[in-house]
């Protein structure tokens, strides 16, 4: 009986233990955070640097690393750095990608926080759009319009890609949960398809600027869930002849966080039934074989809006009212949107880990009640069991919390010339949040780009 005793405490103790290397900490981002929302983008850079030097990021959270150093680059205006370190995130992602295709077994045998982050899909898309406004900002056309034609290419990619891995998680999966991977009904970002246009309308290609433009303007029609707010001026009212401009984009707010979601799952005989205070999966689900009368417990990862405290963005050009900007890319819309796909891999994913792990946790709670003979002893250990079990089900909060949530934009025709720009981020009482001041701003003929951020 000691024997059995000491080897219960053991697996008890393994299994509590290893509860801390499968949660998400997220306490990581506050000083980055405050620094963003204070506007020290200096401070923002030098946190995200000595984290990696003394080793705060994991190996296996390397994709946030570059995440989080590109944007941190992008905001203080490094945008060579910037490029570098978003061109090592994208690696990262298609090769963890691929790599996760393979490894089906150990994606559905570990807690999702044990393995590589491999990115969200509007995560990568965002990469592609930051580096597009980086090259923007050196001048460099050609590459920024590589950069924003990925865009395209990659969404289609992913449908694949999660057919492929779905198919890979079925192979080796026990409990024989049918699902299907849900396409990702997202084929043309605005965000980056007016980036298109403005580059070929600098670069004096009428046609292929219309295209874009319209492709642009498709995006209202084809997905009013994502554009579910008016279309902006510039959009609306761009012409594709026009020669020198002055085109803004600001940005508020933070990107949507990841909350978890506590699910259960209720056997009956031949079925199981999933319920979450979402009501993402109410359809009872064929299980042959499993009994009546079993309770298991998982967690899955829900995106949420965090919102912004801006009202409005004005213009001011040598102290005069130039305008106002108006929201181009709801960040978190685009997330939500793209997020569901993978979404319902990672619910069933876990429910499958779920239902195995907890009959096996059941048997061996019956094992260990018939060898101690001690049925109190028996019962407790079984319940300590269990619920350590449960510990095990985390939900991957892991995810790039250094975007901004909200960009807007405005564009204003303008002559050559010299001039004192202000963009000013006003909250909801009128009141003056943050001003960015951009003396002496040389205006060139053709394509002139400002970017602005109150990241609250």
Same mark, same amino acid.
């Given at each position: 009986?000691i024997?059995?005793r000491?080897?219960?405490?053991?697996?008890?103790?393994s299994?509590?233990?290893g509860?801390?290397?499968?949660?998400?900490?997220?306490?990581?981002?506050?000083p980055?955070i405050?620094?963003?929302r204070?506007g020290?983008?200096?401070s923002?850079v030098?946190?995200?640097?000595t984290a990696?030097?003394?080793?705060?990021?994991?190996?296996?959270? *390397?994709v946030l690393?570059f995440?989080?150093k590109?944007?941190?680059?992008h905001?203080?205006?490094?945008?060579?750095?910037?490029?570098?370190?978003f061109?090592?995130a994208?690696y990262?992602?298609d090769?963890l990608?691929?790599?996760?295709?393979s490894?089906?077994a150990?994606?559905l045998l570990?807690?999702d926080?044990?393995?590589?982050y491999s990115g969200e899909?509007?995560?990568?898309l965002?990469?592609?759009?930051?580096?597009?406004?980086?090259?923007?900002?050196l001048?460099?056309?050609d590459?920024?319009?590589v950069?924003?034609?990925r865009?395209?290419?990659?969404?289609?990619?992913?449908?694949?890609?999660?057919?492929?891995?779905v198919?890979e998680?079925?192979?080796y999966?026990?409990?024989k949960i049918e699902?299907e991977?849900?396409e990702?009904?997202?084929?043309?970002?605005?965000?980056?398809d007016?980036i298109?246009?403005l580059?070929?309308?600098a670069?004096?290609?009428?046609?292929n600027?219309?295209?874009?433009?319209?492709k642009a *303007?498709?995006?209202?029609?084809?997905?009013?869930?994502?554009?579910d707010y008016?279309?902006p001026?510039?959009?609306?009212?761009a012409e594709t002849? #026009?020669?020198?401009?002055?085109?803004?984009?600001?940005?508020s707010?933070?990107?949507?966080?990841?909350?978890p979601?506590g699910a *259960?799952i209720t056997?009956?005989?031949?079925?199981?039934?999933i319920?979450d205070?979402t009501?993402f999966?109410?359809?009872?689900?064929p299980?042959?074989?499993?009994?009546?009368g079993?309770?298991?417990?998982f967690e899955?990862?829900?995106l949420r809006?965090?919102g912004?405290?801006?009202d409005?963005?004005?213009?001011?050009i040598?102290g005069?009212?130039?305008g106002?900007l108006?929201?181009l890319?709801?960040i978190?819309n685009?997330a939500d949107?793209t997020?569901q796909?993978?979404?319902?891999?990672?619910?069933f994913k876990?429910a499958m880990r779920?239902?195995a792990k907890?009959?096996?946790a059941?048997m061996?709670?019956e094992?260990i009640?018939k060898n101690t003979?001690?049925?109190?002893?028996?019962?407790?250990?079984?319940f300590?069991?269990n619920a350590?079990v449960?510990m095990t089900?985390h939900?991957?909060?892991?995810t790039? *919390?250094?975007?901004p949530?909200?960009s807007?934009?405005?564009e204003i025709?303008i002559?050559?010339g010299?001039y004192?720009?202000?963009i #000013?981020?006003v909250g909801?009482?009128?009141?003056?949040l943050k001003?960015?001041?951009?003396e002496k701003?040389q205006?060139?003929?053709?394509?002139n780009v400002l970017e602005?951020?109150?990241?609250?």
């Amino acid at each position: 009986m000691i024997k059995i005793r000491f080897a219960a405490i053991i697996l008890l103790s393994s299994l509590l233990m290893g509860c801390s290397s499968i949660m998400t900490n997220t306490e990581f981002y506050d000083p980055v955070i405050d620094y963003l929302r204070s506007g020290d983008y200096e401070s923002s850079v030098k946190y995200i640097e000595t984290a990696e030097k003394e080793g705060e990021y994991a190996d296996k959270d *390397r994709v946030l690393l570059f995440l989080d150093k590109g944007i941190v680059y992008h905001y203080a205006g490094m945008y060579e750095k910037s490029n570098e370190a978003f061109h090592e995130a994208e690696y990262l992602i298609d090769s963890l990608y691929t790599k996760s295709i393979s490894k089906g077994a150990a994606s559905l045998l570990l807690n999702d926080n044990a393995l590589d982050y491999s990115g969200e899909v509007y995560e990568d898309l965002y990469v592609n759009i930051f580096k597009a406004l980086n090259y923007l900002q050196l001048g460099n056309f050609d590459d920024a319009y590589v950069e924003v034609h990925r865009i395209s290419d990659k969404l289609k990619e992913f449908n694949v890609y999660y057919k492929e891995a779905v198919a890979e998680i079925q192979k080796y999966d026990e409990t024989k949960i049918e699902f299907e991977a849900e396409e990702i009904d997202f084929y043309n970002d605005a965000f980056s398809d007016y980036i298109s246009h403005l580059i070929y309308r600098a670069d004096g290609e009428k046609d292929n600027s219309r295209i874009s433009l319209e492709k642009a *303007r498709e995006a209202w029609a084809n997905y009013p869930e994502v554009y579910d707010y008016e279309m902006p001026a510039p959009l609306e009212e761009a012409e594709t002849d #026009r020669v020198t401009t002055l085109n803004i984009f600001a940005f508020s707010g933070n990107a949507p966080v990841k909350v978890p979601v506590g699910a *259960r799952i209720t056997t009956f005989d031949g079925w199981i039934m999933i319920s979450d205070p979402t009501d993402f999966h109410v359809t009872p689900i064929p299980f042959p074989g499993i009994k009546n009368g079993w309770n298991f417990k998982f967690e899955f990862p829900e995106l949420r809006e965090l919102g912004t405290a801006i009202d409005n963005i004005e213009v001011y050009i040598n102290g005069n009212n130039a305008g106002n900007l108006e929201l181009l890319e709801n960040i978190s819309n685009v997330a939500d949107k793209t997020f569901q796909t993978r979404k319902s891999m990672i619910f069933f994913k876990t429910a499958m880990r779920a239902v195995a792990k907890g009959i096996s946790a059941g048997m061996a709670g019956e094992e260990i009640k018939k060898n101690t003979k001690d049925k109190a002893l028996g019962d407790a250990l079984a319940f300590l069991f269990n619920a350590a079990v449960d510990m095990t089900e985390h939900a991957d909060l892991r995810t790039w *919390r250094t975007i901004p949530g909200y960009s807007f934009t405005a564009e204003i025709p303008i002559d050559e010339g010299i001039y004192n720009i202000e963009i #000013r981020f006003v909250g909801v009482k009128g009141q003056i949040l943050k001003t960015a001041k951009f003396e002496k701003f040389q205006i060139k003929n053709g394509l002139n780009v400002l970017e602005a951020f109150y990241l609250d």
